[in-house]
């Protein structure tokens, strides 16, 4: 059960002058929560294959597999923060599933097994997970204690969080994120899905996917960051939440904003065939991603108060990609 509120003062307050690690944090998500953490006075350690961009933080290399002396990060940093996994931003070949699917587990079995040889391990281990666990119901709203889906996707998510309850220490805080489509900005970090969906925007491509009814959750990346902060530092928190600002919106409805704040008025729309042909062959990623979708938000951060600074798209969009 979560003890409310969730106190963010607190939670800034346990993270400064401590050091939090983020595993698999080169990427655009992982940037984003190592500056906010720095900003509050946290030393930061990203723990990935490629070296990530220059900034405040350090990084030290692992293979996301296998023991090394990357474990020595984690001992007597006061949270672990594991992004660590294949993008899914891809064309879902088998090769592709599989590095999808064995990324995630095991880049979890690797750090639950370094905990194991550290004098003083981290007191909680915050989980990335998707929203896209729910699978794709057409109009069903799901929360914290939705049923989870049925197709890669949910297999994935399941898997993940199965690895992290298996890896996890007993006497560690345990926080897991279902993380809808986060919404930031470039830090020449990884690919966002934005790169590909603002030029679309621009050029008056971006128009209905299909029905276009299908549901877009999303979160602004600093409140994916402030929910980062209070799951490592708040120990009131725990269990699994719904990352996603509490206002979801149909993929059509998506795109007329995204337009509106690149100033382009007109959006064509694409039949489900095209959106197949052009994301495989043009854009070189998985068509599904566009022509399905789940309307997500979490029942326990509105028990808990948390407040979104970014509750609406468009205050989002125009926040992050307005003129």
């Known amino acids: 059960m979560l003890n409310l509120p969730l106190n963010e003062k607190s939670a800034a307050a346990a993270v400064c002058d401590r050091r ?10 992982g940037l984003a929560i190592a500056t906010h953490l720095n900003s509050l006075g946290a030393e930061v350690i990203l723990l990935s294959r490629s070296s990530p961009a220059a900034g405040t933080w350090r990084h030290v290399a692992w293979d996301g597999r296998s023991p090394g002396a990357w474990q020595q990060s984690l001992d007597g940093a006061c949270g672990l923060i594991n992004l660590a996994g294949r993008s899914v931003d891809c064309i879902k070949t088998p090769d592709h599933q599989d590095e999808i699917l064995r990324s995630r587990v095991e880049s979890t079995r690797a750090l639950g097994a370094a905990l194991r040889n550290l004098k003083s391990a981290p007191p909680v281990w915050v989980q990335m997970s998707t ?25 994935v998510g399941r898997a993940w969080e199965d690895a992290f309850r298996e890896s996890v220490l007993p006497e560690q805080r345990q926080v897991i994120l279902r993380t809808s489509f986060v919404l930031g900005k470039d830090r020449g970090a990884g690919a966002s899905a934005m790169n590909k969906l603002l030029p679309l925007a621009r050029w008056g491509l971006g128009g209905r996917v299909g029905s276009g009814q299908q549901g877009l959750s999303w979160i602004h ?3 994916l960051c402030r929910l980062m902060t209070l799951a490592v530092g708040d120990t009131a928190m725990n269990g699994v939440f719904v990352a996603s600002a509490p206002h979801p919106v149909s993929q059509a409805e998506f795109m007329r904003q995204l337009r509106s704040v690149v100033g382009m008025p007109v959006g064509l729309p694409a039949a489900e065939w095209m959106v197949r042909f052009g994301a495989r062959w043009l854009l070189r990623t998985d068509p599904e991603l566009a022509l399905y979708g789940r309307y997500v938000r979490s029942r326990r951060l509105a028990e808990s108060g948390f407040e979104f600074q970014f509750a609406q798209l468009a205050e989002a ?4 990609y307005g003129k």
């Open 317 to 320: 969009l125009q926040d992050l």
């Open 20 to 29: 939090v690690v983020i595993a698999g944090g080169s990427g655009f998500i």
């Open 131 to 155: 929203a896209h666990i729910y699978g794709d119901p057409p109009v069903t709203w799901c929360d914290e204690d939705s049923a989870t889906g049925y197709g890669l996707a949910p297999f």
């Open 221 to 223: 990346e600093t409140d």
